[in-house]
C-alpha cells in the first residue's frame, strides 16, 4: 500500500510540473501567436545557443536577455526609445532628482546625430563653451554613429575630476573640447525684480522641484502686485509634462488647453489647465533660443496659443523636441524609456521637429556674450515697456 502511494504521489508530482512547464511556456508563445507573431525560432535559437554554444555559462544568460531587449527597441528605429540596464536606469533616475557628476549638458537625438540641446548653467559644459546644436560626432575617440542616447550619456559621464574628450562639429567646424567632469548641481529658477515692475524668471528646467518653487515665485510676484514678466526659458532642456502642466496652471484660466498628445491612430488627447490661471492677465515676454526644448516649448506655445494679445516670444527657433517619453521599470532593476505620443500645441501643431518660432527675432552672438551684452533679455524689457 505504502509502495502505491508513493507511486501515485510520485506521478502525480511529475504530471503537475509537466504541466505548468508547458503551461508557462506556451503562455510565451501564445501571447503573440495570437497576434499573428510566431516566437518559434526565437525559442529555438535561444535553445541552440544554450546548449551549443562553446563555453556557454549562467552569466551569458543575462547578456542575452538584455541584448533580445535592446534589439526589440532598436529595430523601432526611434532614437528616444531605449532600453536601460539595471546600472544605466539607477543613474537615469539620479539624473532627473537634481544632481550627478558629469559635464552638465543635456542631449539629444538630431537628424540622427548626437546633438547638445543646452549646457546648464554655472556647469563644465558651459564654462568650455558648448553651445546649443552642436554635434558630437566622437567620445574619448568612440564614434557616436551607433551609439544609443543612453549609451552615449553613460559615457560622457563619469566621476569628477575625470576628464573626457569630445569632438565637436560646429557649423564647419570640428574642433575636439578636453573637459573635466564635475559634481553637477542641477539649478531650477531665479528670481529678480526689473526696473521695480517687472518679474525676470530664469526658469533652467521642469524637473521635481519646479513647480514648488515656482509657486513660491508666484507668491512673490502677487505680493509685489507685479503686472509684467520676462519668463527666460533660454537652454531649458525640459523635464517632466506634470511640471509644464503645473506651472501653466498659474498662467492659464481653467479649461484652457495646454497641450495635446498624439497617441497615434487618428488618437488626440487634450491636457487642460486645473488653474487657478491668476498669471493669465499679465504681459508676458518669454525668452526661447535653440536650447529650449521639451517642456519648455509645451508652455511657451501654450501661452502664445491661449493669450496671443499679451505675450511675446523673442529669441529664436526653440529645439523641436516633442516626443513623449514613458518611462516602464523592469524585473530586475532594468527599464525601458519608450516614445508613447508626440505634443501638440493647443492649436494641433506639431512640436517634433519644427520647434516655436519667436514673434520677433534676435539670434544669439558670440562676440555679444563675451561682452557681457543680452540683447534678447533688453529686447524684453524694451517690448514690456510698450504694453
Known sequence: ????????????????????????????????????????????AWHEIETKFYNFSEKDKEKMLYGAIQGLVDSLGDPYSDFLSPEE?????????GSYEGIGAEIGIRDNVLTIISPIKGTPAEAAGLLPGDKILEVNGESTKKMSLIQAVMKIRGRRGTMVNLKIKRGDQIFNKK????????????????????AYVQ?????????????????????KNIKKIILDLRNNPGGYLSAAVDIGNFFIEKG??????????????????????TLSSLKIVILINKGSASASEILAGALKENYP?????????????????EFVPLKGGSSLKLTVAHWLLPSGKCIEGNGISPDIEILERKEDIEKGKDLQLERGIEELSKF
Open 309 to 325: 494679445s499679451n505675450t511675446k516670444l523673442i529669441g529664436e527657433r526653440s529645439f523641436g523636441k516633442g516626443t513623449v517619453q
Open 89 to 97: 536606469t539607477s543613474q537615469f533616475k539620479e539624473n532627473l532628482t
Open 203 to 223: 526658469l533652467y528646467n521642469f524637473y521635481e522641484d519646479a513647480p514648488s518653487e515656482f509657486e513660491r515665485v508666484y507668491q512673490e510676484i502677487l505680493n
Open 179 to 198: 573637459i573635466i567632469r564635475a559634481k553637477i548641481d542641477i539649478p531650477t529658477l531665479d528670481l529678480t525684480i526689473l526696473k521695480n515692475d517687472i
Open 1 to 44: 500500500m505504502k509502495l502505491d502511494l508513493k507511486f501515485i504521489f510520485i506521478l502525480t508530482l511529475i504530471l503537475v510540473i509537466g504541466f505548468w512547464t508547458g503551461y508557462f511556456f506556451n503562455q510565451k508563445l501564445n501571447i503573440e501567436l495570437q497576434k499573428g507573431t510566431d516566437f518559434t525560432p526565437f525559442f529555438e
Open 256 to 277: 484652457r488647453i495646454i497641450v495635446k498628445e498624439d497617441l497615434g491612430e487618428g488618437k488626440v488627447k487634450e491636457i487642460k489647465s486645473k488653474g487657478p490661471g
